[in-house]
């Protein structure tokens, strides 16, 4: 028999968080859904901050224009303005629930820079911001006695009215009713059914060899929500960061656009700063530039990697500014107080995923989609550094008011939900080869769907993963689920959606760059994916 919630969310970083204190601050009963730990979320790795107007010196208006120009075009002005404006009341919202953002020694707010913004607006808890906000949302949730949090369940799929067989797929008649997931520590499928499904599964960074991302981005969410034929937008515009430390393990380590916005410089292999040769804001020009930059240079000059010269920032209070960045370069035989480090970019946020209307929801009836895992056309082509924490805690609030009023339309309505069947498929065999695919997929995806792309290599790609796509399927029926293979099969079916994209595109534009089609056409337009409407 089915656990029923009210509502159901999946993930556990500031999109579902919030979204799961909203509706329980209504009186709804809900399941958060996380696969490892509650604090294991791409949110915990957030170390810039969140880009909010909140001091007299700035306004909406030049928050909404740096938005529009770093996306390239692509942007939605309807979203960009409506989450922008909503920033304030919902920063409020995040310190009402014990967020505590740094102050200054006048006891205003410690505003930081990053690329692309004309204004000192990140509101930061030094350079560990996604922690501190993931720390007291966790507190706000145990507080709550409507939350219940299920760790260690990795989700499998939707349950929706098509996969039961009522309608076609992809047909307006068709609604998302639970889904099945997987209690690693018991080692069973369970059933799940509720209301309303919220999709807060963050992004897709492991589909690349080179990540700042944590393991858990496998792109859950995004592949879940295409199998159950919702729209998915924009998969080509991955985001890579530019400034990715190089360790001497090979290991690749996140340092915050907010160390170039207190001054750090990027130099190449012989110390010449090169970034003013790429654009008029140097290092603080938006990340989809500086990155093509960064490639580049390494390019030309046949190395492996740029530097970042941080030795003028905070005029000697780095580590105190920066203490976790400090700390992690430190510990890889870096010390950015006294030496340049070495830095490459590497896969960092994805600016498409599940298409969504301003309230989070989904082109399926009853799915929600919050966080980077929806695209809402606040990012366009290119996401302005620190808007992403913004976008989940504004879409987190107002969508958990259009949640409210579906719960409360399907009250009285349960479906009784199928058990999962396991069938006579047995325990994996061959487990290496679920690490060989896993590998194969990451370097495919690196070398030939990455910064610069072509046709040929879009289309290499395709032919690549297609062949692993049909392994991986052929294990799936044949043997019981574990979390390696469901997380490969989301991998690869997330890496079929981003080139199925990149091929749409005819244009070069933000972070979409192709040899191909070097220019930018007059008018963008997004691409879009979905299912073809049958049966399941």
Partial sequence: MASHFEAIIVGSGIGGLSFALNLAQRGHAVAIVTKKTS???NTNWAQGGIACVTDQTDDFHSHVKDTLIAGDGLCDLDAVTHIIESGPARVDELIAWGVEFENGTDGKPDL????????????HARDMTGRAIESALLRAIARSPKVVMLEHHLAIDLITRAKLGTCPIGSPEDRVLGLHVLNTNAGRVETLSANAVVLATGGTGQVYQFTTNPDIATGDGIAMAYRAGAEVRDMEMVQFHPTALKAPDGSRALISEAVRGEGAILRDVSMRAFMKDFHPLGDLAPRDIVARAIDSVMKRDGAPH????ATQVAKGHFAERFPHIYATCLKAGFDLTKEPAPVVPAAHYLCGGVATDLRGQTSLAGLFAVGEAACTGLHGANRLASNSLLEAVVLAHDGAAAAHDVILAKKDNATTLPAWI???????????????NWDELRRTMWDYVGIVRSTKRLQRA????????DEVREYYWNFRVEPRLLELRNLIQVAELIIDCALQRRESRGLHFTLDYPAKLAEARHTSVRRPQGRP
Avoid: M, N, Y
């Fill in 39 to 41: 604090s294991e979320s």
């Fill in 112 to 123: 930081g820079r990053e690329g692309g913004h004309s204004k000192r607006r990140i509101l």
């Fill in 306 to 309: 740029v530097l970042l010269d």
């Fill in 422 to 436: 396991d069938g006579s498929a047995g325990d994996p065999d061959e487990r290496v080869v679920l690490t060989h």
């Fill in 462 to 469: 395709r032919t690549r993963i297609g062949t692993l796509s």
